[in-house]
């Protein structure tokens, strides 16, 4: 089992910034890939951002060069770096870890909230 703690959502102006975190814990030695989805209001849940055991990154277009995403192996952590945050990134946003045996594992979300 792997569990998820999202923390980092909150409100911002347009163009502003945020940092969001997932803290892993549980059977981490068994994660592949971690990355965060994200689901506006009345919208299907979609990707936002991926990466690798070899630290390679995967984006969504609608954040690239935008957003980042890193991950702190000592600490089981993942982060979602946010710049340039525009209004239609209003979302809850959910990380995410998939194991190399294929089991998926979700976060609580936290609210990421971009005012104009």
């Known amino acids: 089992q792997v569990r998820l703690v999202e923390s980092g959502g909150a409100l911002v102006q347009a163009g502003g910034s945020l940092r969001l975190s997932c803290a892993a814990s549980g059977s981490t030695f068994r994660i592949n890939t971690m990355g965060w989805y994200r689901q506006g209001s009345g919208n299907e849940r979609e990707f936002v951002a991926l990466i690798r055991t070899g630290d390679s990154t995967t984006f969504a277009d609608t954040v690239k060069g935008r957003f980042t995403i890193s991950r702190d192996k000592d600490k089981n952590t993942v982060y979602l770096q946010m710049n340039s945050l525009k209004p239609e990134d209003t979302a809850v946003y959910y990380c995410?870890?998939?194991?190399?045996?294929?089991?998926?594992?979700w976060g609580q979300g936290t609210q990421v909230t971009v005012s104009s």
């Open positions: 995410n870890a998939e194991t190399h045996y294929g089991s998926v594992y």
